[in-house]
């Protein structure tokens, strides 16, 4: 595309500091902000482990949808239907607009509003599978919250707690239906607890690794509605760089898919 052609659709897409980046393993174009949201490696992977059935007549909910990275991405793995939930005004108008510039309106959806009132647009026990990359970080009185409110609210549990997303998920999903969430090590016993308390029963597990040799910073975990205790499996790791700092061949094949 000429730069006259570039900058119509910069003009046309793109609000303030926003720019155009590319989600490259699903040939799709996603609106990022540096001072709003940006996604991570996080939802690449979570849209990686989430397995989807490609069939047209499921129900897909991605919740925390952010600027719909975990959407976008899930659109290149089904057919199905996929509705994006956000509290961030801004952030769901940017996903909005970047599901309008990838022409994945019949498919793909967004929905502005608060986790907790999921059931008011999406009826209780009527979806397939349900994605989540939550607010990683508890807030009791001390903690220390990113200044930028917008980043604070995608990072800390400031409008929504561990608890309500397992429940918020276990009343979307069907009898069977499938729950995946990324989240940090550090909180999985918490994660554990708040599942099985809402009727989601652990089934895979992944850890990954920035580096060989290091702690374990990303957690990958899937759950079954009404599913029976048994059965549960730990997954091989994922270690994410090598000693120089680029990606290992397994995550580049996640990043960017197979190459030619």
């Given amino acids: 595309m000429n730069g006259q052609g570039s900058e119509l659709i910069l003009n046309q897409w793109l609000k303030g500091d926003e720019r155009l980046d590319r989600l490259v393993r699903a040939n799709l174009d996603i609106i990022q902000s540096p001072t709003v949201f940006s996604y991570s490696l996080d939802a690449v992977l979570l849209a990686h482990f989430a397995n989807l059935p490609r069939y047209s007549k499921a129900k897909i909910v991605d919740l925390c949808a952010g600027n719909g990275a975990v959407g976008l991405l899930l659109s290149e793995k089904t057919q199905s239907p996929i509705i994006g939930i956000e509290l961030q005004e801004r952030l769901a108008d ?4 970047s599901i309008q ?3 994945l309106d019949q498919q793909v959806s967004m929905i502005h509003g608060a986790l907790k009132d999921a059931t008011q647009w999406i009826p209780k026990d009527s979806v397939d599978v349900v994605t989540c990359n939550p607010p990683y970080f508890s807030t009791p009185v001390t903690s220390q919250k990113n200044p930028n409110i917008h980043l604070a609210i995608a990072r800390h549990e400031i409008y929504t707690n561990l608890n309500e997303v397992m429940k918020v998920t276990s009343d979307l999903l069907k009898m069977n239906g499938k729950a995946y969430f990324v989240h940090r090590p550090d909180r999985l016993v918490e994660i554990l607890a708040a599942m099985q308390k809402n009727r989601l ?3 895979r597990m992944q850890l990954v690794y920035p580096k060989e040799g290091r702690e374990a910073n990303i957690l990958l975990i899937e759950g079954i509605k009404d599913g029976k205790d048994t ?4 997954m091989p790791p994922l270690t994410v760089y090598s000693e120089e700092n680029d990606y290992l061949p397994e995550i580049r094949e996640i990043m960017y898919g197979k190459e030619a």
């Fill in 201 to 203: 029963a652990p089934k």
């Fill in 101 to 103: 510039l990838n022409h």
């Fill in 94 to 97: 940017m996903a909005q607009r």
């Fill in 231 to 234: 059965g549960f499996r730990v």
